[in-house]
């Protein structure tokens, strides 16, 4: 056993943030620790690794040598890449931490082998004056296993992307690798390239180290989680198996305890009743009393926490015509330099397009080419009708001195902050998150408000720079079930493999200055099975008369529950337009079959 937590409690103020988080990592663990944004799982890591103290609860750890990798890379001007590959995690503060114990253990006078104390302390004293001394090989070799070259060891750290940068922290963790037990990463893909991320995978699978990684990548989670530990409302959940797997159990669960909820309280209810009738017939008597007594001997079930859905209905203008962007010799020089040379496209009404590659191939550019936003040469048409909605990962539209309902207002009015505040509810921003300045909110909430003014255009293209970077998982869920729906065009800028195999009809790979289509999915493209099936928001409705579902040849009895996703609405509109069923107002995720080509 490497790291144990039990009954972890941590409190900012009057907010609690952890209330009963456990955790158990022993040699060889792969763990995915998953939550939405704002659940705690940044600030258990930092307990796990004692960066911060709990409230309450036991830490046991057995070991030193952990490597970590953190959310945001460093990105100070004070340091150079040099100076972030030589300072490994922890490896200094151990250092001083077991001279400071000798010091103390010396200036006690106990009676202790002075001569292995001193020899020991001169060795740590050598090894903190060493610390700064690296194998340059080592460090050379670990940045170009992520893509990097050697140049950039003397740039400061804020000179680089932030790609650039998350590359020199995983370049840490090599270096440092061979020597831990344990590696902590906090969001190790929210930058990568897909060839990076694939990469890693690798990498990690063959490592040795126990490994606990907070992502919301579903397909990196799928490759390398052999446990998932889900922080929900301060506690923790545990479940076997990889994300997937998660997925079907936590279902499961819900199903099984809002069953045993029912049922609990269906029984006390009615143990109540005959209480009251009791002592209403038999007021001389105390067997109400007895009968009160069970009732609080009965074994409490709690209700299933409601999980607040975030609804997006991405509304599209009337339809542009057949064509929409045609480009044929496009090429883009910046610089003096040749960034894209000779691309030939035709993008059609209705096309989703995936775009990905390599960080710096020109994605980008591709996308401001065909956006009119920088000079390029060769033929391009875009159709008069096409009315583009444009998302940036970055989110510079935003104001971020505004606050979240003084950005919508701007652009609808002063005067509609009603629907301003509807909006922003629609992806669970209320309360205080509406009314502070857009600066002072998360990656994750701002993309969410960025999210909303899309919502205000009325498009028929939608150009899209990393959709689903800083959201949470059921974010993600929501913002692809809205793209599917979307009968518009759209060209989405992606490292998300879950979202080109989803989503995207067309993948295009940007690399060495061209740009390939491919009709399919990044899965089918890659030779790999596609994913069979995807997690989708259902609605809950309940049966009121018997009848059987005629596309699928499924009978429904009465007082049956039916979960349906927007895709198989059309498949019951029958049964919903005759009455045979209604919705209960329940929501749950469901896993359905992956469209089809043809389908999609």
Known sequence: MLLKAQAIAKSFGPVKVLTGADLQINEGDSIGLIGINGAGKSTFLKILLGELKCDTGELTRNTDEIGYLEQFPESSSQFTVRDVLGRPYGHIENIKRKMREIEASMASGENIDWNAMAAEYSKLERDLKASDVQDEGKLIR?????????DVMDRTMDSLSGGERTKVMLSRILVQADDCDMLVMDEPTSHLDVETVE??????????CSLLVISHDRYFLDKIATRMTEISNGRTREYKGNYTDFITKKMLDLDRMEKEYRKYATNKRKQEEIAEQLHKDQWYLTTHKTREKLISKLEKKDKPEEIKEITVRIQAAPKSGKNVITCKGLSVELGGRTILEDVELDIHKGDKIGIFGSNGEGKSTLIKALLEEIPCKGELWVAPGAKIGYYSQNHEGLDPTLTAEEQLMKVIGKERRGDARAILSRMLLTGDDVDRPIKTLSGGQRARVALCMLLLEETNVLVLDEPTNYLDIPARHAVEEALNEYDGTILAITHDRYFLDTVC????????????IYNGTYSEMKGRPNTKEIVMDADEYKVLSPFTNWVTGKKYAKNDKVLITPAETGGFKWALEQGKMKKTGGRQRKKVSAPTDEEK
Do not use: F, I, N, P
Request: aromatic residues 6%; charged residues 30%; proline residues 0%.
């Open 199 to 208: 990469w890693l995978e690798d990498y990690l699978l063959k490592s040795h």
């Open 505 to 516: 009809t067309k993948v295009a790979e940007v690399k060495a200055g061209s740009v390939r």
């Open 142 to 150: 670990s940045l170009k296993k992520v893509g990097l070259v050697q």
